[in-house]
């Protein structure tokens, strides 16, 4: 079996090793969305990792997830975005740029006083969310009509097309997290009475049609899917496994003869039956981490890959306290402990100021 420091091709992807960089939410955009030097430093000090995925990025400003959410609407966003990958490439590395959708997830405050909007009439919770005119209670969605699906898909073909134009090697599609595509999944969520919704195979129909658009824009080798089944976070829950499987056979079966760059799966269990079921079905690249609030660590790391659980491992805290992981994995060598605090705030610091086994004087200097 490989190791996590072996190459691997996925799609037309090259990447010098199994550790892939999970997309992270930062928040330290301004509300533009316009990457900043900061961002620039961020991501090219982790270009060791064999995979850079960016953190979610929205196609529209009506679909804003969160606060200091970076965008890939404008052409100010799309030059920022290519600082971010040119430094990323100057440091031998490969990134990818994850379009999302926020679906329900969101709020007037975010999105320019645009309702949020969603397979049908709901919100992630009962409770409020940071916006930037401070915490608001949530609101419904409206429900998507036929000529809101068509511009959605719009929206992710051409942020694909402005990511690779910008110099990502390819584009990670949100479909996981309680986000817009996972809402249509869940029986819950999608409770529609058109194509879209009803039988397993009409909730995965949207999932299927936009993958296959985006990868018709920018080659199916420079399209990934992220998805994380039983999640049940943010109002999308997944409860009934034969409906999961269902479900979640029907999406893959319409998107695994496309020759996707891989198929990335955040699930708690790396271990159980539906891990390697959807591994199988999928029969391409499979990257694969074990859920929110867990530090990935070599141990568990080494278990995936070369136990032959999946191509290659996900990681994300580890990635955000180190970004010399893979070396110091590779050595042996101590690991800096992520800082919960910094996670979400403004600045550098739990951002860039984490420090290097060894500092390289290139990368410090972004």
């Known amino acids: 079996m490989p190791t996590l420091f072996d190459p691997l091709t996925v799609g037309d992807l090259e990447l010098r090793n199994r550790v892939a960089m999970a997309p992270l939410t930062r928040s330290r955009a301004e509300e533009d969305g316009v990457p900043t030097d900061l961002h620039v430093k961020y991501y090219a000090q982790r270009a060791g990792a064999g995979l850079v ?57 975010l999105t320019r006083g645009a309702q949020p909007e969603a397979p049908g009439a709901t919100k992630p919770h009962n409770g409020q969310i940071r916006t930037y005119d401070g915490k608001q209670d949530a609101v419904e969605a409206r429900a998507l009509t036929g000529e809101d699906l068509a511009r959605v898909k719009d929206e992710f073909v051409t942020a694909a097309r402005r990511a690779v134009d910008a110099g990502m090697d390819g584009v990670e599609l949100h479909n996981a997290n309680g986000y817009l595509l996972h809402e249509f999944l869940s029986p819950v969520t999608n409770q529609r009475t058109d194509e879209y919704g009803g039988s397993p195979e009409a909730r995965a129909k949207f999932g299927i049609e936009l993958v296959h658009a985006v990868a018709a824009e920018i080659g199916a080798g420079r399209t990934a899917l992220r998805i994380s089944p039983e999640h049940n976070i943010q109002g999308v829950p997944e409860t009934d496994r034969a409906d999961v499987l269902a479900t979640y056979g029907a999406l893959i079966e319409g998107i695994k003869d496309l020759g996707l760059a891989y198929l990335s799966v955040l699930y708690a269990d790396i271990d159980g039956d539906l891990v390697a079921e959807l591994r199988n079905r999928f029969g391409g690249a499979f990257f694969l981490n074990s859920g929110f609030g867990v530090t990935t660590g070599r141990a568990e790391a080494e278990h995936v890959v070369e136990d032959g659980v999946a191509d290659a491992v996900v990681v994300g805290r580890a990635l955000i306290a180190n970004p010399d992981l893979v070396t110091r994995w590779r050595d042996g060598l101590p690991e800096n402990e992520p800082n919960p605090k910094t996670f979400y705030t403004p600045g550098p610091r739990g951002y860039t100021d984490y420090p290097f086994a060894t500092e390289p004087a290139e990368v410090a200097s972004v």
Request: glycine share 14%; no cysteine.
């Open 53 to 109: 995925v960016t953190e979610g990025v929205f196609p529209a400003f009506t679909n804003r997830a969160f606060v200091g959410q970076p965008g890939i609407v404008t052409d100010e966003q799309q030059a920022g975005w290519k600082r971010v990958a040119d430094a990323v490439h100057q440091h031998g590395g490969t990134i990818v740029m994850q379009i999302m959708h926020a679906g329900h997830v969101t709020h007037p405050g």
